[in-house]
């Protein structure tokens, strides 16, 4: 690790915004940075296509996974009890039903408790004044409790989630060089998968405090530089301590929300090297022993 430490800036899901908007800002600048692609979106509307994403390694920045398709990667917990032969089951979290993210249609789920497991398939998605919910193809054999019930992907499709997302990614010509869990979610089965397969997750916990340098690779802390996540006051505040502490600094944020402006990826940048903090990559920080240096 530098004396003065490190920052690596991480852009989640690939907008063609990390293009238009942010390679200016990033080349005036000569700073690198990371993008975490959900490799099943690459070349769809609104999002990188591979030769922009080429051009945005080779202007030093990376790639990391982020998912084949953005599912949730960790159980969601029941909105309330589920009745024998119901079709609905609600859910405490959210089920995108507006787009093809979160819980996909046609997933097979597992409705998991102490003693028993039913193996489901999403039919249907949604949300009402209750809460969200998602509609099965077949109704469920049993009742089920809230408080001792979890809905969630099966081992399979994790680990096509988590490691297809790199072969995809290595189809495409590009290694990645870590693993960022779509939405900052992930169980103990998902984090497994992910450090055995890639060794470095950015996003192991979300905290707005910087990571000591000889942190292990795959329980690494992020937080964002969105405007609406810190201040300018705060954001100075989280380099002083990567500064002070000589630490490993992870900023991330979504270029095609309002609230990653130019300005906030321009200012972050030149805070950092105000004080002496290096930008960096993950493949260049991460040391032989999978820790930070």
Not at 29 to 55: M, Y
Request: glycine letters at 8%; hydrophobic letters at 40%.
């Amino acid at each position: 690790m530098t004396e003065n430490g490190r920052l690596a800036l991480v852009f989640d899901d690939g907008y063609r915004s990390d293009f238009a908007q942010l390679r200016p800002v990033l080349d005036a600048r000569d700073a690198p940075a990371s993008f975490a692609i959900v490799s099943e979106w690459v070349a769809r509307d609104g999002h990188l296509d591979v030769d922009q994403l080429r051009d945005l390694v080779d202007l030093g920045g990376e790639v990391l996974a982020h998912g084949r398709y953005h599912r949730v990667l960790r159980p969601h917990h029941l909105a309330d009890d589920v009745a024998a032969d119901a079709r609905r089951i609600p859910i405490e979290s959210h089920v995108f039903p507006e787009n093809e993210s979160g819980v996909h249609v046609g997933d097979e789920y597992e409705l998991v408790d102490a003693d028993r497991r039913q193996t489901v398939t999403v039919a249907g998605k949604g949300s009402d004044e209750a809460a969200p919910y998602v509609e099965l193809a077949e109704p469920v054999a049993d009742s089920w409790s809230a408080s001792e019930t979890v809905f969630r992907l099966p081992d399979r499709l994790l680990d096509a989630e988590i490691r297809g997302s790199g072969a995809d990614l290595r189809d495409h010509g590009f290694e990645p060089a870590g693993f960022v869990f779509p939405y900052d979610a992930a169980d103990v089965r998902a984090h497994r998968i992910a450090r055995s397969e890639y060794g470095v997750i950015p996003n192991a916990a979300v905290r707005s405090l910087p990571n000591p340098s000889g942190t292990p690779a795959w329980n690494l802390r992020r937080y964002y530089l969105e405007t609406d996540a810190l201040t300018r006051v705060e954001i100075a505040d989280y380099l002083d301590a990567v500064a002070r502490d000589g630490g490993f600094g992870i900023l991330a944020g979504h270029s095609d929300w309002d609230t990653v402006p130019a300005e906030r990826v321009r200012f972050v940048i030149e805070a950092a090297r105000d004080r002496g903090i290096e930008l960096t990559t993950f493949s260049e920080c991460v040391g032989t022993a999978d820790r930070t240096r």
